[in-house]
């Protein structure tokens, strides 16, 4: 059997098409489409490019926070 692609390909395209990814301002910015989404949702993770870190939604409205793994206050949006 052959294969295509590598494991390590497969898994780089899958994590293309589902991780969302945003920057620091963007989190903290009330009026993006990251907060006002209908994707903005309890427990979303969304990748911080500017961090480096990963963060959860901590509900579904535009102004709830974005969390830490360990549920302290990463982004306020505002």
Sequence with gaps: ???????????RRWVEGH????TTA????????I?????K???RSVYNTTTG???FASGNADGDT????DA???HTPA
């Design 26 to 33: 963007e989190l903290a910015d009330n009026s993006h489409v």
């Design 66 to 69: 974005w969390d830490y793994y």
């Design 41 to 43: 949702v309890l427990g």
């Design 19 to 22: 991780l969302t990814e945003a």
């Design 35 to 39: 907060n006002t989404g209908a994707d």
């Design 1 to 11: 059997m052959t294969f295509r692609h590598s494991k390590l390909e497969h898994w």
């Design 53 to 55: 870190v990963t963060v």
């Design 72 to 74: 302290t206050t990463a």
